[in-house]
């Protein structure tokens, strides 16, 4: 019998984990590094398990209790189907697993398990259309080639503008300034870092750009304004697809929501983790790969 859900939100930067009992009582949260599947599932199902036993400690469970709980996992990457088929053929010592996206359980989350739509501007962004029973993704096809208006943009943006004002092309910059002095000055270090870079790491020079935008820096605000424009982009290609309510999530997302407020976007209700929470408890919810 199950005694406690468990919900999981991994995206490419963090894992968060809660736990709650039958009756709805929060007992203990845990986190962890991401969990995106694209970056490798065995990461990824590390990181779970690690968010889920940080809660479990924080709640005071023993290992046993896991046989008694269900989970929903609601990861980044979860919509490429041979990365969904992984993860679930690796082990898990719990009651039972089920696993969607990082998005259906952020939509979930935000309007209570009922239908809306969600846009995700987090690391990666990612848009999602819950309607009449059918799940429809815009967009988050995963960094570089897809993920507009999100923190991985957002800092690799700042970066190539950073170069261009190394170079004199673009007019000096207190923003470039800082991102090129973390490089200690050194363009070629830009590159090889570059070579080996995550989202993740592109994604936290994100907060770089609102700090300098409130500063004053015309380069930050000019990328503000660009990053606004890509995910008005989304917002209004998702309204002409038949979402009627769309709440904006994410560490971007929710700091641009007051910018985009003119659009009358929907307030979240709860956050994903609750959307997992949720997922896990019902087998009613579409499955992304039956």
Known sequence: MIEYWVGVDGGG??????????????????????SNLELGIDRAHANVLA?????????????????????GLALASAELADCYQALLAMPFPFASVR?????????????GGHEGAILIAGTGSAGL????????????????????GSGAWLGLRALQQALLCHDGILPPSLLAGRLLDHFKGDQAEVVRWASRAIPADYGRFAP???DAAGDGDALACQLLDETCAQLQ??????????????????????????????????????????GAILFAQSEEYPCLHP
């Open 233 to 274: 982009t989304l917002l209004a290609g998702m309204r002409r697809l038949g979402a009627d309510q769309i709440a904006l999530l994410g560490g971007v997302g929710m700091r641009l929501a007051p910018r985009l407020a003119h659009l009358n976007l929907a307030h979240p209700k709860a956050d994903a983790l609750e």
């Open 129 to 148: 259309i819950y309607r009449q029973g059918q799940l429809r993704s815009c967009s988050g096809r995963g960094f570089p080639i897809s993920d507009l």
């Open 208 to 210: 770089w750009v609102f």
């Open 13 to 34: 930067t963090h894992s968060r984990a809660r736990i709650r009992d039958r009756a709805g009582k929060l007992l203990g949260e845990g986190r962890a590094a991401g």
């Open 99 to 111: 696993l969607t996206s990082d998005a259906f359980g952020a939509c979930l989350g935000a309007f």
């Open 51 to 71: 968010a889920i036993a940080q809660a479990s400690t924080e709640a005071g469970l023993d290992d046993e209790a896991q046989q008694r709980m269900g989970v």
